[in-house]
């Protein structure tokens, strides 16, 4: 049992007048579709720092209550980093190199603990070949569908930090070893900065643990996996890759939890990698128009798409 649509729903409509066979857009407006939004990235990254330590602020001031609504609502911005990280990892935060890999480095990457060199080298890998021998996201995607309890299990893990504390070992243990020292080293110095920078902002030096450290920990895993499952979960190798990737209806709850930036357009984004977040509305429409991605092959929700994930008999 496996989440992939019958091949009879996947109608063979490539190449198109504006669409090459492997879906992307003919030249001619190709180059409209991969302009990259440099302005507008500034805006997100701005923002995304301007909205973190607001809520720190916020939380520090607002009662038991206001913290604990405070560190929920880190996951969500942890998500907008790990997508703005992931945009910078495509090589498509900003058109210059320089600022693309400076920026996606210290100001978005290493702030959300992630040493995005190897990052892009594993998603290049990913994009290249998902569900290949090189998959390294393959533990979130293997083994759906799966029973209810095991979704379970796997969520309460990550949600109470079991998860996290395998990756946070795995970050202070890098800090011994000779060869993964010196990218480690530049995460923590980062997050020495947005220590210092939250308790001067808030006047409390536990600000970082509680709304940053804690938040990556615990609930962003969560969102984290729910976000996985909806992208790739119970999929299966194939040069389609309306078979690899699932497509679902966007709404805005879900745009404000766990997919900002328009990555709920995830097949658009897999059809062509080098689209960025500001186009992949616009492209996902041009491979509907084209007859590429169907009704039939769409989840309305997430919640049908993770009821699916969940239809089987278990482990």
């Known amino acids: 049992m496996t989440l992939t649509p019958d091949p009879q729903m996947l109608p063979r409509v490539l190449p198109t007048e504006r669409l090459l066979v492997n879906g992307f857009a003919i030249p001619e407006i190709r180059a409209r579709y991969r302009k ?154 980062s997050q020495l900065a947005m220590a210092a920078l939250a308790w001067a902002i808030t006047g409390r030096w536990w600000a970082w643990i509680v709304f940053w450290w804690l938040p990556w920990m615990t609930q962003w895993r969560v969102l984290n996996r729910l976000r996985a499952i909806a992208e790739h979960g119970g999929m299966q190798r194939s040069d389609d890759r309306r078979l690899t990737t699932h497509h679902v209806r966007q709404s805005l709850i879900a745009r404000f939890w766990f997919v900002p930036y328009h990555t709920g357009w995830h097949l658009a984004h897999h059809v062509d990698m080098g689209v960025p977040w500001t186009q992949l509305p616009a492209f996902q429409r041009e491979l509907e128009d084209a007859g590429y991605i169907t009704r039939d092959i769409t989840f309305r929700n997430y919640r049908e798409l993770w009821r699916a994930a969940t239809a089987g008999t278990g482990e």
């Open 36 to 189: 990259i939004p440099n302005f507008r990235n500034v805006r997100a990254v701005v923002m995304v720092w301007f909205w973190t330590l607001s809520l720190m602020w916020l939380g520090t001031r607002s009662g038991v209550v206001g913290l604990i609504v405070v560190v929920i609502l880190m996951g969500p911005m942890h998500a907008r980093f790990a997508i703005l990280m992931h945009e910078a990892a495509h090589k498509l935060l900003f058109t210059k190199k320089q600022w693309n890999d400076s920026v996606g480095r210290w100001i978005i990457a290493y702030p959300a603990f992630v040493p995005i060199e190897l990052y892009r080298r594993g998603h290049f890998a990913h994009h290249k070949d998902e569900f290949g021998p090189d998959e390294p996201d393959i533990p979130f995607y293997d083994g759906y569908p799966c029973g209810p309890e095991d979704l379970r299990r796997r969520l309460l893990r990550d949600a109470i930090g079991i998860s996290g504390w395998k990756n946070f070992r795995v970050l202070v243990s890098a800090l011994t070893k000779k060869n993964s020292r010196p990218l480690a080293g530049r995460i923590w110095l």
